[in-house]
């Protein structure tokens, strides 16, 4: 068994590759950090340290341990040269741009829809996989799983198709945007936009909740197969694994014997339109298939595979926003290889503990890493349904906390809009103004202010609309009962929202 490596370009990253023809029995491990096309045969890794090593030690040749990858120089070439001349090219009604992403099965080519004047985003088979009929199957599964998946976290396809030189494409939606891989590693800390990639999390599980509904299994869940688009819009890409996990548990030969069956596959058709046959492919016995760093034991091991292999991915790209790092992270690819296989989480769960991260989410982490399956929730479903609880009650909780700060604070807190009108004010207002709140509202705040001030009043508001913060300025403010109070206010805007964040301070009675 030989392990073949060479540069991927500018960025310096080795990429392995492995040999997918049917005489191997074993598949290979697809890329990370790759974009959209996480190939079939392809493996590159952030976070490997050393050049990768022979895994004959831990893999031999009829040894139950031998169920991962055995990687040969077949299919070495990162983009054949003819790939790198598209642009210009007319594949049906597309007018192909520019290579935007690669894996080890496919590219993807930023094109032209010539009939309907778009941007759209074209997976091509690679060209020494032309002749490969058993890629060719898993190409067209890929298009047939992912346009019958109707689910907004899922890219629509538009079009499928043959090139001329005998290649599977399909068209789908150009995704404008990054993947969560490219967000995690611009944090500086664990808690930096923390909020915003729970959110994201959030909406990944509920996209896979739909897939597994569907009785479909993705098998690849990491933070390079999701893209976040410039509107927010978060898309699970890369199906190529994809599965009906009923047939992950049977060996070929019953697979080429028998009709196979989706869990309540009745069900599956009429919600879907995903018939049995189309996620069906030929995997060869005790095949290994996904990203080694995010990959569960029995996914790692070739054995049978269900939702809560996915359940185990969704657990790793918690790990890493909570952590900062994969489930499985070693100085080289058969360190990373051997603690897939043999479940080594003991420093992922010392991690997750040591994190500082709320217990929740610590938890649920934890249990969906979890090395016995059983012990996993069930599906995406249900850890959807954990983490929209958590996130909803830590809403609840900051806005109680919010609103008791805002109405027991001895100061006055307002919110203002740049229209010149309070949005809110706390009960002091009312108790030192001597004005009921739907008073306070309805008029323009720059009514309150003496005539004396309102020139100064007017020039701090500019400032404000500038988005300069505001301190310790005074002004005076109208009472019921006809005096005047002196305020002192602290204040910042946020202009996109155009309003004023404000807190005065009663200092009527400071000696002047």
Same mark, same amino acid.
């Given at each position: 068994?030989?392990?073949?490596?060479?540069?991927?370009?500018?960025? !310096?990253?080795?990429?392995?590759?492995?040999?997918?023809?049917?005489?191997?029995?074993?598949?290979?491990?697809?890329?990370?950090?790759?974009?959209?096309?996480?190939?079939?045969?392809? #493996?590159?890794?952030?976070?490997? @340290?050393?050049?990768?090593? %022979?895994?004959?030690?831990?893999?031999?040749?009829?040894?139950?341990?031998?169920?991962?990858?055995?990687?040969?120089?077949?299919?070495?070439?990162?983009?054949?040269?003819?790939?790198?001349?598209?642009?210009?090219?007319?594949?049906?009604?597309?007018?192909?741009?520019?290579?935007?992403?690669? *894996?080890?099965? *496919?590219?993807?080519?930023?094109?032209?829809?010539?009939?309907?004047?778009?941007?759209?985003?074209?997976?091509?088979?690679?060209?020494?996989?032309?002749?490969?009929?058993? @890629?060719?199957?898993q190409?067209?599964?890929e298009?047939?799983?992912?346009?019958?998946?109707?689910?907004?976290g899922?890219?629509?396809?538009?079009?499928t198709?043959?090139?001329?030189?005998?290649r599977?494409?399909?068209?789908?939606?150009?995704?404008?945007?990054?993947?969560?891989?490219?967000?995690?590693?611009?944090?500086?800390?664990?808690? %930096?936009?923390?909020?915003?990639?729970?959110?994201?999390?959030?909406?990944?599980?509920? $996209?896979?909740? +739909? $897939?597994?509904?569907?009785g479909?299994?993705?098998?690849?869940?990491?933070?390079?197969?999701?893209?976040?688009?410039?509107?927010?819009?978060?898309?699970?890409?890369?199906?190529?694994?994809?599965?009906?996990?009923t047939?992950?548990?049977k060996?070929?030969?019953?697979? @080429?014997?028998?009709?196979?069956?989706?869990?309540?596959?009745?069900?599956?058709?009429?919600?879907?339109?995903?018939a049995?046959?189309?996620?069906?492919?030929?995997?060869?016995?005790?095949?290994? #298939?996904?990203?080694?760093? +995010?990959?569960?034991?029995?996914?790692?091991?070739?054995?049978?595979?269900d939702?809560?292999?996915?359940?185990?991915?969704? *657990?790793?790209?918690?790990?890493?926003?909570?952590?900062?790092?994969?489930?499985?992270?070693?100085?080289n690819?058969?360190?990373?290889?051997?603690?897939?296989?043999?479940?080594?989480l003991?420093?992922?769960?010392?991690?997750?503990?040591?994190?500082?991260? %709320? *217990?929740?989410?610590v938890?649920?982490?934890?249990k969906?890493?979890?090395?016995?399956?059983?012990?996993?929730?069930?599906?995406?479903g249900?850890?959807?349904?954990?983490?929209?609880?958590y996130?909803e009650?830590?809403?609840?909780?900051?806005?109680?906390?919010?609103?008791?700060?805002?109405?027991?604070?001895?100061?006055?807190f307002?919110?203002?809009?740049?229209? !010149?009108y309070?949005?809110?004010?706390?009960s002091?207002?009312?108790?030192?103004?001597?004005?009921?709140?739907?008073?306070?509202?309805?008029?323009?705040?720059m009514?309150?202010?003496?005539?004396?001030?309102?020139a100064?009043?007017?020039?701090?508001?500019?400032?404000?609309?500038?988005?300069?913060p505001?301190?310790?300025?005074?002004? /005076?403010?109208?009472?019921? %009962?006809g005096? #005047?109070?002196?305020?002192? #206010?602290t204040?910042?805007?946020?202009?996109?929202?155009?309003?004023?964040?404000?807190?005065?301070?009663?200092?009527?009675?400071?000696? /002047?």
């Open positions: 068994m030989n392990l073949d490596e060479q540069p991927t370009g500018k960025s !310096g990253k080795r990429k392995i590759t492995a040999d997918a023809s049917p005489g191997n029995t074993n598949s290979a491990v697809t890329p990370t950090g790759t974009g959209p096309d996480a190939g079939v045969i392809g #493996w590159e890794d952030p976070f490997l @340290l050393e050049e990768h090593t %022979d895994l004959e030690k831990a893999s031999q040749p009829g040894d139950p341990g031998s169920r991962t990858t055995v990687l040969t120089q077949e299919d070495q070439q990162v983009l054949p040269e003819g790939d790198t001349e598209l642009e210009g090219t007319i594949l049906g009604r597309f007018q192909l741009r520019k290579v935007i992403a690669q *894996g080890g099965m *496919g590219i993807i080519v930023e094109a032209r829809d010539l009939e309907l004047d778009r941007e759209v985003a074209i997976k091509l088979l690679r060209r020494q996989h032309s002749g490969k009929a058993h @890629l060719h199957q190409f067209t599964n298009a047939r799983i992912t346009g019958r998946l109707q689910h907004p899922i890219v629509p396809i538009y079009e198709g043959t090139s001329s030189d005998n599977p494409f399909f068209a789908m939606k150009l995704v404008k945007g990054k993947s969560m891989a490219e967000l995690l590693a611009a944090r500086k800390t664990t808690q %930096d936009d923390l909020p915003r990639l729970l959110n994201i999390f959030e909406l990944v599980c509920q $996209t896979l909740s +739909y $897939t597994h509904a569907c479909v299994i993705h098998l690849d869940i990491k933070p390079s197969n999701i893209m976040v688009g410039a509107f927010g819009e978060v898309h699970l890409m890369d199906w190529g694994l994809a599965r009906a996990s047939e992950l548990c060996p070929v030969s019953e697979k @080429l014997s028998e009709t196979p069956a989706l869990p309540q596959a009745e069900n599956i058709d009429s919600r879907t339109g995903i049995a046959h189309d996620l069906f492919v030929d995997l060869p016995d005790g095949a290994v #298939w996904g990203t080694p760093a +995010y990959m569960s034991p029995e996914q790692a091991r070739g054995h049978c595979s939702v809560r292999s996915d359940v185990f991915g969704l *657990g790793g790209m918690l790990c890493e926003i909570l952590t900062g790092s994969p489930p499985y992270r070693g100085a690819f058969r360190n990373v290889c051997l603690k897939a296989i043999e479940a080594d003991r420093e992922t769960y010392a991690a997750l503990v040591n994190s500082g991260a %709320d *217990g929740v989410l938890r649920l982490a934890i969906c890493l979890s090395r016995d399956p059983d012990a996993r929730p069930a599906d995406a249900i850890v959807a349904g954990e983490l929209t609880l996130l009650s830590l809403l609840q909780r900051a806005g109680s906390d919010l609103e008791r700060f805002f109405e027991l604070s001895l100061d006055l307002c919110i203002a809009g740049l229209d !010149g309070f949005r809110r004010v706390n002091n207002f009312s108790r030192v103004l001597g004005y009921e709140e739907k008073v306070l509202l309805s008029r323009p705040f009514d309150f202010v003496h005539p004396e001030d309102r100064q009043t007017a020039d701090v508001m500019s400032r404000l609309l500038r988005g300069q505001v301190v310790q300025f005074q002004n /005076r403010y109208a009472a019921a %009962d005096n #005047w109070r002196w305020f002192e #206010w204040a910042k805007s946020v202009p996109e929202d155009r309003i004023i964040f404000a807190v005065a301070r009663d200092v009527t009675d400071r000696p /002047r």
